[in-house]
Each structure stands twice: as C-alpha cells, then as structure tokens.
C-alpha cells in the first residue's frame, strides 16, 4: 500500500445509496459492487484530495475506536483499488 | 393482462376452456394499449396458431395448443413494459402494507403466497413483480401450486378442484385463481414496505433475521432481470426497493411458523 498517494474515486461509476451503503455499477467492467457503510465511508473519502496516510486516523475518529484501524483501511483501499473503483 | 389485451378465436371449445382456466383476471388500473388477437383453428390432425392473422406455430393437441398460446401472451405483456426490472417474487399486502417476498426457484414462493391468502392478506402475484422508481407492480398471472404443495394449505386441500385448473405451466400444477377462491384480486403499482428473502430450511419452524440493505440488494440482483434500460437502471430499481423497505431473509421449514412470523412482523411495524 502506498500511504502517501491520494486515491481517487474513477469517473463514470454509478454510485446508488442505501441506508446501510453503496451499491455501485461498475459499466466499464460491467460488475456491481455491494460496499457496506465503511467502505462506503472510504469510497467517500477518495478524492484525490486526502492522502491514503490519512484515512484510517479519520476514520477512527468517525467511529470513534479506540485504535487507528490501519489493517482494515489498508485491506478495505486495496479491494477498492483491485476492483478498479479507485485509481 | 398489463398493457395488452387479448382475443382468442378458436374452433375448438376445449381448448377454449383449458385457456380459461390458465388466463388471469385480476382488476389493474392500467389501460391497455395494444391489441392482439390470437387464433388456434384445427388444421389436419393438430391446431394451427396465429397472431394478428400472421402463423406463429402448429401444436398436436388442445392442450399443447392452449399452453403456447398461453406463452405468448406472456411475452406479449412483458415486452409491453420494458421499462421495468423483474424480479422473481410474490407480493401481498395486509393493513394497507405491502411485502415483496423474493427467492429462488422452488424456495416456496408460490406456496407462501397461497398460504397468505386464506390468512387475511391481499395477495397480488406469486412469481414475478414489476419494478421501476421504487415502485412495485405485480405482475397478473395466475399462483402455480405445485402437487405436493397443495397439502400444505389445508383450505385449498379441502376443496374441490376442476380437473381444468390443474393447467399450470409446470405439468400437473394448479393454476390458482384468488377471485374464484372468493378473495380480491387486484394488480396495482405501490410502494413497498417489506422485502423478504426466503431461503429454506430444514428445521420444523421459521426464522425472521434482518438484513443489511445492501446484502439484500445482492440477493435480489441474482434474481431479477434488467430492464430495456440496461444495468444502471436495473441497480437503481432494486436500490430504490431495498431501500425504502424493511428488509429480512425468511429461513423456514414450516409454512405454519412463516405466516405467524410474518402477521407478527407486520403488527409489531404497525404499532
């Protein structure tokens, strides 16, 4: 993982909301994802204007854990990364 | 049935009957706009079929013949809305609340539905509903009951049944018709506040877990279809329907314990 990129959700992608998350249609690859509210929360936050180094410190503020979730983020941003809905 | 309206000319009075007894009659709101007539006339030792004066097929006998017309008047209606997502479900209502009970084939759909008309709900379609902008519209055809499902509806069981309404689609299954049980029918577009997911089980009772929106939404993707719009317009519709509803998974091995649950559900949201 490289923390000191700042990813980017990628054009074109249709974002549905529902309460508990995303269900977002991929129509380059023709696939469909099913992100629940965390992921959701960090598909959000891929900008291009917040550094990867960031986001776990954010997002334990936004749940208020008690420790920074680096593990999860990291494994969470690269399935994003994988999936091709972040670059 | 929907948008389309049908007349069936036939020189055979049976086979007249064995339609009669698959074509559903429920009272809908739309209008229909387009018009079909459709023919099976003898012809050598089969039926000759026609559309709108045009050959569509030969079948060997009445009963094969009453089937394929019976089909084609379904693709006829469904190509009359392409607009709308399909999903395979059944849908009632009960206190002015509407459920969509969703699954895959053979999961007890139908036999839910039947169930549920002798318990108080208005009971809309068994297989198949229509979606489009968060709205549900059930989609006329008439509930096929499986043989061996009849047995677990005492009330339908007790009753005498005209050899003609054992004319499903699948080979030897009922075709039920609500109105001449007694009960409304009625297809309409409306809202819906509960989607279920039934899964089976093979415990002797019935679970009721609730469901994240968004896992509910990929069960239902594997059982619906797209619309002439294309995917995104498919997603947004099951989104749209998920996320307006309550959403649980059904797991049941009782048809008993199911219908208890979901009367205890509905009271418990009403309240």
């Not at chain 1, 054009?11 to 998350?21: K, L, M, P, Y």
């Not at chain 2, 053979?106 to 379609?125: I, N, P, Q, W, Y």
Request: glycine share 8%.
């Amino acid at each position: 993982m490289n923390w000191e990129a700042y990813p980017r959700c990628v054009a074109g992608i249709q974002v549905n909301e529902v309460a508990d998350g995303y269900v977002v249609y991929d129509p380059h690859r023709e696939r469909i994802h099913y992100l629940n509210h965390t992921a959701a929360v960090l598909l959000e936050l891929c900008t291009g204007a917040v550094k990867a180094g960031d986001l776990p410190a954010i997002l334990q503020t936004a749940y208020d854990l008690s420790e920074v979730p680096v593990t999860e983020v990291e494994a969470c941003l690269q399935k994003l990364f994988d999936e091709g809905l972040v670059s | 049935m929907l948008a389309c309206e049908f007349e069936v000319i036939s020189d055979c009075a049976e086979l007249l009957r064995r339609l009669d007894h698959m074509v559903p009659r429920p009272a809908q709101p739309i209008l229909p706009g387009r018009q079909y007539q459709l023919a099976a006339c003898r012809d050598g030792g089969g039926y000759r079929l026609e559309e709108n004066g045009r050959p569509i097929g030969r079948e060997r006998d009445q009963a094969a013949a009453a089937r394929t017309l019976f089909w084609r008047m379904q693709v006829l209606a469904l190509e009359a809305v392409p607009e709308f997502s399909r999903i395979h479900a059944g849908c009632a209502s009960r206190n002015g609340r509407r459920i969509v009970a969703a699954g895959p084939a053979r999961s007890g759909k139908s036999t839910l539905m039947a169930r549920l008309l002798f318990e108080g709900f208005d009971v809309h379609c068994d297989d198949l509903v229509l979606l489009r902008r968060g709205q549900a519209l059930p989609y006329p055809r008439r509930f096929f009951i499986r043989p061996e499902a009849v047995a677990l509806i005492p009330q339908l069981a007790a009753r005498s049944i005209d050899p003609f309404e054992w004319g499903g689609w699948d080979p030897g299954s009922l075709a039920l018709d609500p109105l001449v049980l007694g009960f409304p029918w009625r297809i309409e577009s409306g809202p819906v506040d509960i989607v279920l997911f039934l899964e089976r089980d093979t415990c002797d009772t019935a679970r009721l877990e609730a469901s994240p929106k968004h896992a509910m939404a990929e069960r239902l993707m594997f059982q619906s279809t797209s619309p002439a719009g294309g995917p995104g317009d498919w997603v947004r519709d099951v989104c749209a329907l998920v996320d307006r509803a309550d959403c649980y998974v059904l797991r049941s091995g009782s048809l008993g314990a199911s219908v208890s649950l979901l009367k205890e559900v509905l009271e418990s949201e009403s309240a």
